[in-house]
């Protein structure tokens, strides 16, 4: 099992860019659980970061978009948005083909994904780096997801590819993380930024944390739009992660409504063994 | 029917930055590449955020651009608002306003 560790944490860029417009208390709580998530992901030795994030067209427009690449690239770069407005500079983080080639490879022997040589990071995976590996001094597998351009990847399809990549996770030497990093509910970028209905994000948090298959793949898109906004086509990250963990059960670390953010900020982890009273949902 | 290509623009401009010399040192010649309606011309070339807004611009789209155009976050926000206002509702896309904003 090279599996050392899995996690969830929100990306909204605000979380950097806005930072001192947050409630202090809340926010300092919130970026601690940050600070807690970076330090899991080194004491569980990890030599890699696999990110399962979501596309804001960073990368790809609607004349070719994939439901989901993993990028196989030597480094990335990014962010993508004005650095004084993210808060964060433009930098190089490292990648690793090969890595990423072995585990494309064997995902591709059950689900169907895209690759991409060159990628660029936005918001969705340049805020997680900034608290998590802020040296930018672990290799990075960023996999994105559609989450703005419907049709999207139905969710038993985004659990199916959780399991896929699983597989190949565990078929590798090297001790591998992942962080799946997606909003819940929310209505960013409209005139509507800072709704959250925390009601919505608690009941899918609580499907999350005891990796409730059939629940979180129960969703429809019509559901989530109406419920949690379009922004809640993201929990697209988080089905996947329970994918990944299939059988396994998480933990809650922190979650509260931050509107300034213009999302609920979460941080969570996810067990990488199934729990021994808890058969894999499903039935399959 | 150009909306696509409106944000086809702005996904390039967000992103590219040869894109953005170009469409700094000759404008014209980078719109003449994209098939757009004389409204949409007009809320790119000022730029508009609330015309765009209410185009039907895709949200993330539209909040890079507006960073990338200097907006400070209270000024992009109200933009969408005053787009509303001026012009009516998003004609299109995810980005539609439904309510309840908290900021």
Known sequence: MTLVFAGACSH???????ADRADKQVR???????????????????EALVVIAAEHFANFFRNNMPSCAIGMAEYYTGPIEDEEWLGIKKTRVPGNVDLSKRLIQRVMQDVDISFAEEMQFD???SVPLHFLTPEYDLDVVPIIFNCQAPPLMPLHR????GQALRKAIDAVPEKIAVVC???ISHWPATPDSGKINEDFDREFLEHFVSNDREALTSYSDSEIYDRAGQGGFEIRTYVALAGLCEGAQGELWFYAPIPIFAV????????????ASSAPAGGS | MSLYYVEKLIY????????????LDDRD???ADYDLSEEELVAIRSPDVGLLYVLGVNGQLLMHYAALCKYEWNDYIQAMKDGLEQHGPVRAGLYARTGGGAV
């Open chain 1, 12 to 18: 909204a860029p605000g979380i950097t860019g806005r």
């Open chain 1, 28 to 46: 300092d709580e919130f970026y601690a659980n940050f600070d807690r998530l970076a330090a899991a992901i080194r004491e569980a030795g990890a």
């Open chain 1, 123 to 125: 918001h969705g995976v």
């Open chain 1, 158 to 161: 985004v659990y199916a590819f």
């Open chain 1, 181 to 183: 990093t997606g909003g």
């Open chain 1, 264 to 275: 609920g900020c979460t941080i969570a982890s996810m067990g990488v063994e199934p729990v």
């Open chain 2, 12 to 23: 390039q401009l967000n992103r590219d930055p040869s894109v953005r010399q170009r469409f």
């Open chain 2, 29 to 31: 010649s980078v719109l």
